[in-house]
């Protein structure tokens, strides 16, 4: 749960990246830490990666400035995508206020992405949590493959898949050129920001 | 395209895949284009080729190798382990240090258990704390300890003031059921702390057809029959596919059995899927007394879902 502070007029809220392993969390924030330096509060942490796999998480911190007479700082998280790493998600999900699920779009990872959106349902449930009620935006990422002839599943087929009852916003999306990272978490900021302000009233007129 | 094309074409796409860290998906692709390679002896180069294709598998196979070693406790920074503790250090107002507890156990989660078990054992002095940090001690030691080691842990706590003779029994309790967990492991082969990757493709399944079917996993069914008519019963589902399910009932619930006749339908069906819930017809396809195995005297149902209510 994001700590708002009403007096100082601060909230601090948690994004996290969620999805299968080799979708592309830990290249979407590498393009965020890149691309919005303004908006960065800190380095980015992978905290043990093991060659090229998160073992643990990855962090970047970033400051929205004031919005509505609030300073807004938001914390990004990535969880590990390997099944094994489940308590670990669980854990990296402890106070989450807005998810990112990003889902691959390669026909090979099919199966992999639902059953990552199976384990997030669940993981939340655990957590207290309802999929149907927390901020969340689906990226469907490499989609710059489309230009190639690798077998990539369509845009329609991935709603089809994951967003067919959820019905939440998705972006199609390419982690390595930049193409929707951003848009995907604004939207996600949109969404868990007038959640945080149903909850807390903190935005000003 | 011809043959030499499609080889081309599908090496491609196989380091696609390797590129991308996908080792089992990569491993597919080589060893189909090694079957595809053998049967035709007209291929030019086709022992370069073959060869070529081999050791990719090797090296494939060595990675997968790698990644499904258990990975030994990481070393990690100070710094790091502050931002841990710092981060998942969750403070209830209600309950007086535990945030401690939390960064604690979150320490331990991230394989630093010996620094999380001196943490945690400063948090014997308070009551409220003390039995929740010694069941985390037993229960991330496993990892982390021989079962002798753990034991003896325990054996210390015996002599400690601080806990009660009810905490001491009910400790022994979970030290027991830590390490039969962990023994009932050991003996089924498998690793002790992370389970074998299962990131790659063996358990691919065939696509299924029925698309807008969701994944179920229980059902809320009223019963059709019998005295219990109309009351709502959940079961577990034990396999679907598609629009067919499987339910199987143990001997006790031979009521509920009864009550689904063969060819019957019934309406009102509630289906819980990971991500939604959708109501339902369904139609009763089979259903028969389980004649042999561990699940003998069981009974198996299949449903077929007939239609279901939008919105
Ligand atoms: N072509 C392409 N590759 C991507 C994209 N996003 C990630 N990748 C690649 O996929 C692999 C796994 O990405 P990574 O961010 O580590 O995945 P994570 O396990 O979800 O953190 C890496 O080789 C990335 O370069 C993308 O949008 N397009
Ligand atoms: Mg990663």
Redesign the interface.
């Known amino acids: 749960m994001a700590t708002v502070n009403l007096k100082n007029r601060e909230i601090e809220c948690k994004i996290v990246y969620y999805g299968p392993g080799r979708c592309g969390k830990t290249t979407n924030l590498d393009y965020i830490h890149r691309t919005f330096k303004k908006q960065v509060r800190g380095e980015m942490i992978s905290i043990d990666t093991d060659g090229d796999r998160t073992l643990f998480f990855d962090f970047l911190p970033i400051g929205l400035g004031q919005i509505k007479g609030c300073d807004i700082k938001v914390q990004l998280y990535t969880v590990p995508g390997q099944v094994q790493y489940r308590s670990t998600r669980q854990l990296v999900l402890k106070g989450v206020d807005g998810i990112i699920f990003v889902a691959d779009s390669l026909k090979v990872r099919r199966e992999k992405n639902m059953e990552s959106l199976k384990d997030l349902h669940e993981n939340l449930k655990k957590a207290g949590l309802n999929i149907l009620r927390i901020p969340l935006v689906m990226q469907y990422n490499k989609r710059d493959l489309e230009k190639t002839e690798m077998p990539l599943m369509s845009v329609e087929q991935m709603e089809r898949d994951l967003n067919r009852q959820l019905r939440v916003p998705s972006f199609p999306a390419s982690a390595v050129t930049g193409q929707g990272v951003g848009a995907t978490l604004t939207q996600t900021l949109k969404k868990t920001l007038k959640y945080l302000h149903k909850e807390f009233q903190w935005a000003q007129e | 395209m011809n043959l030499a094309e499609k080889i081309k074409?599908k090496i491609?796409?196989a380091e696609?895949?390797r590129n991308?860290?996908?080792i089992n998906?990569a491993l597919d692709i080589y060893r189909a284009v090694d079957a595809m390679i053998r049967k035709n002896s007209r291929i030019k180069n086709r022992e370069t080729l073959l060869a070529k294709i081999s050791a990719r598998i090797d090296l494939l196979n060595r990675n997968w190798e790698n990644?499904k070693a258990p990975?030994q406790a990481?070393e990690?920074s100070d710094q790091?382990r502050d931002?841990?503790r710092e981060?998942?250090s969750?403070d209830d107002p209600h309950v007086k240090g535990s945030s401690s507890l939390g960064g604690a156990v979150?320490l331990a989660?991230?394989?630093q258990y010996d620094q999380a078990r001196k943490e945690l054992e400063s948090l014997f002095d308070y009551d409220h704390l003390r039995m929740e940090a010694a069941r985390n001690i037993l229960q991330y030691g496993i990892r982390h300890l021989s079962s002798k080691e753990l034991t003896l842990v325990y054996q210390q706590w015996q002599s400690d003031e601080r806990f009660s003779a009810d905490e001491i029994k009910r400790l022994g309790e979970i030290l027991e059921q830590v390490l039969e967990n962990a023994g009932r492991k050991a003996n089924a082969g498998a690793p002790a702390a992370?389970?074998?990757?299962?990131?790659g493709?063996e358990?691919?399944?065939e696509e299924v057809d029925d698309?807008d079917i969701?994944?179920i996993s229980t059902i809320g069914l009223p019963l059709p029959t019998g005295s219990r008519a109309g009351e709502k019963v959940e079961l577990d589902i034990n396999f679907q596919n598609g629009r067919q399910i499987n339910l199987v009932l143990s001997k006790g619930q031979k009521e509920i059995v009864n009550s689904l006749e063969t060819g019957g339908r019934i309406a009102g069906v509630i289906f819980y899927?990971?991500?939604?819930i959708?109501s339902g017809t369904v139609y009763v396809a089979a259903k028969k007394e389980i004649g042999s195995g561990p699940k003998q005297g069981d009974y198996t149902v299949d449903l077929k879902i007939l239609h279901i209510e939008s919105g």
């Open positions: 074409w491609e796409e696609l895949y991308q860290g996908l998906e990644l990975s990481p990690i790091a931002l841990i981060m998942f969750f979150s989660e991230f394989g992370p389970e074998p990757a299962s990131d493709s358990d691919r399944d698309e969701l994944d899927s990971p991500v939604a959708f």
